[in-house]
Each structure stands twice: as structure tokens, then as C-alpha cells.
């Protein structure tokens, strides 16, 4: 084909397949050049890559989430050239932006309880769903800025799927910001038996979702497994064979507190 008929074909050559994608793309990078020079994109260009969450490390043995330090040392030097420059109403609106992100990074240790079955909170803060039906049990949670935002399993067991969808960033308190906003969905075949699934939700202020795990992972129960950055919620359904332990209103901790416990032949739910 010569670089007329390119031209006046849209830019691809007449033998290729017709998807949209190539003739958008096509058009401007095949105009006036060779077919042999013409380059295409394909379904496995990164522009149609599946998006991720971001991959990061649990603490080490400072008690500060490593994804804290940027700002904490950027907070440091901030504060301590301003006092040097003498404007000290702008140091003293660092230093309180300084302690407000020491104290949103801290990662305390947690002792997990123990016992088969128990479905411990992947997350700190307010419960603000908590549901038991015949299909099993729903229990939200919403964390706001002064909680504790690093996340941990609920159960021992194998991270069989995770799904990252970019989405916009609502307040995290709406029972619909699960739908909207971004968001980081575990499945997990847990040692117990029964298949359970939990989802790190951003929120208004939140615009990061860190992974500490990836598929395939064996993962102890209360071992930090990602975190939120700056107000979230995170969404727990386990099957049916669980007893709710919590309600609506109750404070929870992450690696500390039951919401569900699986009832004796709880394990037929367990995927074959």
C-alpha cells in the first residue's frame, strides 16, 4: 500500500483488524511514513494495562509506617528553616502539620487473638455497618484521620485475587463510596476453610492505597497487609457460617478485635 492510500485509509493499513482503539491511535503516528515504518498499537500496550494499587513495605523497627517518612522529614526540615528565617507563625503551623502526620503514620504492634475461625478487624475506627444475613455477614468500617491506617489480615490464610479499580474520591462515611472511589479488593482462601473478601476504600482526603501483599501470599492472621493514606474505610463480607460479634457504633481495632466467628461446620463453606 502506498503512503497515499496510508493517508487516505485513516492512518492503518487495510489488512489490520478493526478496532477503535488502533484507528485513534493509528492515525497521526502512520500519516505520510512507509507501512513497514508504521507502528500500531496493540491490546497489550501499556495504555490498556490493568491499573494497581501501589506496592510498598511493612515498618521495620521504628513504629512508622515507612510511606510516612517523605512527609515527616520534609515536615522537619520545613519547620526548622522557618524558625531559622524567623517566621515563627509558619513554623509553629509546620510543627502541628508535623506532629498531625507522626501521629496518622504511627504502626503500633498488635497482638492478634487467638482461636480457628475468628475474623479479626483488618482496620481501626468506627463501625458503621454491620449486618447478618442468610446469605452471611456485612461489616463496614470507617477510619478517620487520627485512626491508626495501616491494615492487616483478618484471617491466616492464601491471597487468591486482588482488584484495584482507580475511581473518584467521595467521603469515605457514605455507604456508596465502595461503588465510586478507589479501592483495593482482597479475596482470601483462609486456613479455616471458608473463602472471605475485605476492600481498602480512599476517601475524601485519601488518594493512595498501598499493598503490602500480592496474590499468591500466605498471610498470618493481624500481619499488615497494606494501608490508606489520610482517612478511609474498609468493607468486609465474609460467607454465610460466620456469627456478627459487633455492631454499628462500636469502635474497633485493627488485629485486635473480633467482628465475626465461624460457627462449628462453618467449613463447608470453604471452595472445593
Not at 39 to 65: E, F, V, W, Y
Not at 210 to 234: E, K, L, N
Amino acid at each position: 500500500m502506498s503512503p497515499q492510500d496510508v493517508e487516505r485509509s485513516g492512518g492503518f493499513r487495510a489488512e489490520a483488524p478493526e478496532r477503535p482503539e488502533w484507528r485513534i491511535a493509528g492515525h497521526a503516528a502512520c500519516i505520510g511514513k512507509p507501512p513497514d515504518a508504521c507502528s500500531l498499537p496493540t491490546m497489550n500496550d501499556s495504555a490498556h494495562t490493568q491499573a494497581q494499587a501501589l506496592s510498598g513495605k511493612p515498618r521495620g523497627g521504628l513504629p512508622i509506617s515507612p510511606q510516612g517518612w517523605p512527609f515527616l522529614i520534609g515536615g522537619v526540615v520545613l519547620t526548622i528553616a522557618a524558625w531559622l528565617l524567623c517566621w515563627h507563625v509558619a513554623a509553629a503551623v509546620l510543627l502541628i502539620l508535623f506532629l498531625f502526620m507522626l501521629n496518622f503514620f504511627r504502626d503500633p504492634e498488635r497482638t492478634a487473638p487467638q482461636g480457628e475461625g475468628l475474623f479479626i478487624s483488618p482496620a481501626d475506627g468506627k463501625v458503621v455497618r454491620a449486618e447478618q444475613t442468610n446469605e452471611g455477614v456485612r461489616v463496614d468500617i470507617f477510619m478517620n484521620v487520627f485512626d491508626v491506617h495501616v491494615n492487616r489480615a483478618p484471617m491466616a490464610g492464601r491471597i487468591t485475587h486482588m482488584a484495584y479499580t482507580q475511581g473518584s474520591f467521595i467521603n469515605a462515611a457514605h455507604e456508596n463510596a465502595g461503588d465510586h472511589n478507589e479501592r483495593n479488593r482482597f479475596e482470601m482462601q483462609t486456613d479455616a476453610g471458608p473463602s472471605v473478601t475485605f476492600t481498602q476504600i480512599a476517601g475524601l482526603v485519601a488518594r493512595r492505597i498501598i499493598a503490602y501483599v500480592a496474590v499468591g501470599d500466605h498471610v498470618t492472621s493481624g500481619q499488615r497487609i497494606g494501608m490508606i493514606r489520610f482517612g478511609s474505610r474498609v468493607n468486609c463480607e465474609l460467607p454465610a457460617g460466620f456469627t456478627l460479634k459487633v455492631q454499628a457504633g462500636d469502635k474497633v481495632r485493627a488485629g485486635c478485635t473480633v467482628l465475626g466467628a465461624l460457627e462449628k461446620g462453618g467449613k463447608s463453606n470453604a471452595k472445593e
